[in-house]
């Protein structure tokens, strides 16, 4: 049963007001002795505007189906298969959702499919083995999913896309013998250069495509939180191109373009700023919008950020911070966050505690302006690489936060973004990059962070994605056993 509900403004967190739109309701069709969730998450069908939001439990797998207004067309439930228990990507046709899932050591794939016109739900009998290769990242597209894999002692990639319609390809890079840069002289492999010992893993951070609405002018990447944009190897998707940026190495941004249309590839290095100083002695990353590479490095004097332009790695734009003047900025907003936000007046102070930081940059386009975010986060030891997501954490169908992110990466950012310090400034520019005074736009994951305040909730109970150019957090309610939703 699903209920309508009336909009509502709630007032919490000390003086400060957001407006949150209760959107709608689910009551699960779990058992009284089984109210436990497992995993949860909506999928929005941009082909005809329906939402089906899946919720498990130990046993089932239940989906509910929508129209964008949260109002009940039909419900369909299946059986889960314990040994598959991780999603990993998904597909949507108008009457059809598809997921592809794991086995707990990624090693073989199923598909799952919900079919709303013919009413059922079943697992589908091929299975793709994955032997002998990791799983580094996938990207979802509505109308495909790519399963970006590493071939185990090689520098081969291997590329495994599902369609909707239900075919798949599997395409292959063999990057043996291109010279990919630890520093500024010495050479390393593709699989040195991709694993993370800090974690003991592979590790890609992926910045995630929003199908958006026709005519959207915002940003068609989802946002992020300074602290998820301090990783050093990144993932993004453009058009038939899947491009891996590398920033390990403090000389130089490496940037790794697959095409898959063409099954060719394409390696660039692009010099940092600062690239005379000595590595102990900056801290360098950057990040990736349409064809502009903004690439930011700091010292202990001077904060600077070279943006460039992709295709021909020309300079277009320069920005230097020095700690003894005025930042060159407008209307910036410099916050320290420990254990609460506090703005911060010292340049000094800021770049000293951005020196010690794993440096981080964030560009978020909108309809007149950049919004660029340059911060750190407390560096990863040894003793302390990872907080808040166990590693393993693939044990059941639908749990999506896995601390890689596949299937959707909201909620480990969000999770990310409680439990890391930070520091950060964040300015405007117009679309010439030129400095500008257009209003600072707040984080959503500082919104839903203020929203949840202490709250324990599990990151399996709550999910949240993009729906009519609003952000949608969804969120299990035990106490009265119901699902539901609240637009920022």
Known sequence: MIKKLPLVLILFCSSIVFAQEKLGEIQPSLKTSSKTIRGSLSIVNNLNNDIVTFISNKDSIYSYLTNSKFESKKQLSIKRNRRFSGIVGKTYTENTYTFIVSDKNLKRFKQVEFDFKKDTAYYKNESFSAKNMTLLQSVNLGDKTHLLFLKNNSSNLVVKTYFNDGK?????????????????????????????????????????????????????LQTIPIESATDFTKLYVVDATIKIVFDKNKFYTQILSLDLANESFSLQKIKKPFFEVASKNKTTNSFLLNNMLFIVACTKKQLKINVHNVIDESIIKSFVADVAKPFPFKDYEMVIKGKKHRKSTSNQKFLNNLYYSDIGIFVEQQPESYQITVGGKKPATIDNPMIGVNMSNLTYLYSVNNYRGFLDPHAYILNVYRKVKSNYLTYSVDLDLNPS?????????????????????????SHFFRLQQKTVYSYYDRKNNSYKFLAF
């Open 168 to 220: 798949s390809t599997l395409k292959s890079f063999n990057l043996k013998g291109q010279k990919l840069l630890l520093n500024n002289s010495k050479e390393t492999s593709l699989s040195k250069l991709l694993f993370n010992v800090l974690y003991n893993d592979y590790t890609i951070t992926k910045l995630h495509s929003i199908e958006l609405e026709n005519n959207s002018v915002e940003n068609k």
């Open 437 to 461: 005074s257009s209003k600072i736009k707040e984080n959503v994951y500082h919104k839903i962070s203020q929203f949840l305040g202490n709250s324990d909730l599990k990151n399996n109970e």
